[in-house]
């Protein structure tokens, strides 16, 4: 049996061997890779100018993150800087705060103790100048029998004066006194007649001071109202 590839046409013309299709199917791939080449060279020139572009940008943005990198790093230093210089300085605050605190509370006592002093001094100063006036006695209705008289003791802590007042006496021989009057080793009287109406003004030294208002009539009692002030 005759092999098919190298059989005789029926026209009589010469078959296509082995090394003629070879041939062609190489010239076919030949074509084809310089249409493949042709038509993605198109392409490759595009991307690759795209890439050198996008390559200049990123290294652009990778050298603007190195700088904000360092500048971050800086403004930290900074941050730590002023966070420890606030946390010195708010110590001192509190240290300054409480020793603030220590002095008002000093300044507020020696304010009281300086209002306390000047209210004394102004006290003491208005008995030196013999301001200070209390009332011992106020009107008050007494009575004696004929030649007799009527007792007030009174403790007096600074020298000034006792004023007698008889306001109104039922007779005129009404009379007012001080007497066993003793300070500092020392004993005295003093007294005067008032009559029915009359005042009577008797220095004193701090001591005890007896005030006597009487009625020297030897046959009659006697009623008064009397008003004891003393001024120091």
């Known amino acids: 049996m005759k092999n098919p590839i190298y059989s005789a046409s ?17 010239l076919g791939i030949v074509i ?13 020139g595009y991307f690759y100018m795209n890439y050198s572009s996008l390559n200049s940008k990123y290294s652009t943005l990778e050298s603007n993150y190195s700088s904000l990198q360092s500048q971050y790093s800086s403004l930290q230093s900074q941050y730590s800087s002023l966070q420890s210089q606030y946390s010195s300085l708010n110590s001192q605050y509190s240290s300054l705060q409480s020793q603030y ?11 009281f103790q ?21 009332t011992l006695v106020n ?3 007494i009575s004696q029998g004929p030649n007799n008289g009527t ?19 039922t007779t005129s021989n009404t009379w007012a006194e001080i007497y066993e009057y003793s ?15 009359g005042t009577g ?11 006597e208002i009487g009625n020297s009539n030897l046959f009659n009692g006697a009623t008064e109202t009397v008003t004891i002030t003393y001024t120091y």
């Open 101 to 111: 605190s220590s002095l008002q509370s000093k300044y507020s006592s020696l304010l």
């Open 114 to 134: 300086y209002l306390s002093l000047q209210s004394n001094y102004s006290y003491l100063q208005s008995i030196v100048s013999l301001s200070q006036t209390e």
């Open 10 to 26: 029926p026209s009589g013309s010469q078959q296509s061997g082995p090394s003629q299709t070879k041939s062609r199917l190489g």
């Open 139 to 141: 009107s008050q209705t």
């Open 151 to 169: 007792v007030f003791t009174f403790n007096i802590q600074y020298a000034g004066y006792i004023t007698v007042d008889v306001l109104s006496s």
């Open 183 to 197: 300070s500092n080793g020392m004993s005295y009287a003093i007294g005067q007649f008032v009559g029915y109406s």
């Open 32 to 44: 084809g890779l310089i249409i493949g080449l042709v038509i993605a060279g198109i392409p490759a």
């Open 201 to 211: 003004r008797f220095p004193v030294l701090p001591g005890t001071v007896k005030v």
